[in-house]
């Protein structure tokens, strides 16, 4: 199958009224790092104004939406906390909604203080996370260690602050197999001014190769980030978009989802300005296996519309 | 095939003479933690006492050589440090010997002291490590991180005292691909005092994740331990026999390097004291696809020579 590549005002105004739900990937889409997308902010107010619904969709579970919201305020893009789906919520959403933990349970974290406000916003008890208990570089003995019985979850995301303590500790809690291992998205890197860094995916690894089990991924591409968004907004799948920079993460998403598909070639790597997607990625003989319905280059391509 | 099951004096006979070098793993099979198997220094005594070569062959890349022998003392089995072979040891000889670092090129460590100790002995320059530099939770940046331009090889090994940065820093060098990616070995997990914690396997899992690279292994079962043994001591593979008490590892390893292997069944978890390795791993339907060449109880079986 061929996408669709967009580029006349004809094209974009049947886009627009094909789809009553926008959903953004933001990172690459409408901004790289702190440089604004030329005319994402345009569009927005466009799809705004005929009524659409905007949703924010990102695997960074490193902030609470409130914080993440922070970004979207200074690059001056409207946004508001109940549009913004992260994955540290996505996880605190599957926990509360879809597990049901009870109340009595808590959940052990390797993650940082976006996971413990969203736990904390659906009322989720927890441990571990930036507990100075647990911010040590000494060395870790079983003998020092006392099981918490109420754990039976272990979440892990972004953790910068990852240290052989909170590795061991939850590991402890995984070779329980009642014990549900989830872990916010499984991206292996992630881009930071000046080049890549270790992502969410690797610092669960060590947690997966010494437990051998395979956790539950939130973000994007799994589906439970879709069910996180239908649980606190209504949506037709078939008159929503999934707006995407990756093939892998946001492309697959929409189509898992049964969302249709809009890939924009604006991703850059912010240590060399590379772009992520390339129109070879998509089309001719080394095309990807996945494959969006639509392409344009930029979000900004939309301004026509105004 | 069936392994030989060895239980008379004449059987151990047969086995005296046929191998000239005995190689050993340690824990499991000269002792579990810090109690001596029963006849296990009787029993090194006596090969002694026949001229027979004793080597000790371990995948512990936390003590160098010397430390490691410390152990033995402590626990009265006699043993010398050139016949102590660590994955510590055995990767500051592969990178001196078969790789033939250049004086002018370094090693990244992620690691112990034992580590940095045995690539000292070999004369290889190092960075990283226990450098107070890279002992820390702050945040890592790349806009303060300077690639040391002489760093060709990124050697990783248990390291209780990992963090991001040193993840970081270690996964900067590896998206050069003409960086050499080594582990000491790649055990997911190891037994302490009170349970498994994750080992070194477990420890290196971020940079394989965030690299998308395969490292070389050092240790046991790889054959890269044997060609280091090789390399300081002389003996003929087929009057060499490996004694271990694990499948994966220690008769894996010997099958590997052409050696005939002795499994024994004295290795215990700590936590639980269940063995380790049962008859119905290596008989039976549901026998491993690893098979030892012989079986006995105990190492201290062979104390029948005396």
């Known amino acids: 199958m061929t996408p669709t590549r967009l580029s006349t005002k004809e094209d974009y105004k049947t886009l627009l009224d094909k789809y009553d739900t926008w959903m953004f990937d933001c990172d690459g889409v409408l901004w790289n790092g702190d440089r604004l997308v030329d005319g994402a902010v345009k569009v927005l107010e466009i799809l705004r104004t005929h009524k659409k619904s905007v949703l924010f969709v990102t695997n960074n579970a490193t902030k ?7 970004k979207f305020d200074k690059l001056g893009v409207e946004a508001h906390v109940d549009e913004i789906f992260g994955s540290a919520y996505a996880a605190a959403v599957y926990i509360s909604s879809v597990m049901k933990l009870p109340k009595d349970k808590k959940v052990y974290v390797v993650g940082m203080e976006g996971v413990e406000q969203e736990l904390a916003a659906e009322g989720i ?21 006392t099981r918490d019985p109420a754990v039976s979850v272990v979440l892990c995301g972004l953790d910068t602050a990852i240290n052989y303590t909170k590795l061991a500790k939850a590991f402890q809690y995984l070779q329980d197999p009642s014990v549900t291992f989830l872990v916010t998205n499984d991206d292996s890197t992630y881009p930071s001014e000046g080049g890549l860094l270790p992502g ?6 060590p947690l997966k190769t010494a437990s051998g089990r395979e956790p539950l991924s939130i973000g994007k591409p799994a589906s439970t980030m879709l069910d996180c968004i239908k649980a606190k907004h209504d949506f037709d799948p078939k008159r929503t978009i999934m707006v995407g920079d990756r093939l892998n993460t946001d492309i697959l998403f929409g189509q898992n989802g049964g969302l249709s598909t809009l890939l924009v070639l604006t991703g850059e790597s912010i240590q060399t300005r590379a772009r992520i997607t390339h129109v070879e990625d ?8 996945i494959i969006p319905e639509y392409v344009t280059n930029s979000i900004g391509d939309l301004r026509v519309l105004a």
């Not at 609470?64 to 922070?70: I, L, Q």
């Open 282 to 289: 998509i089309e001719g003989p080394n095309a990807s296996s």
């Open 64 to 70: 609470a939406r409130p914080s993440y919201k922070k």
């Open 200 to 205: 969410a995916g690797a610092v669960s690894a």
């Open 125 to 145: 008890s927890y441990i571990g996370g930036t507990d100075p208990a647990d911010q040590t570089l000494n060395s870790f003995s079983l003998s020092s260690f």
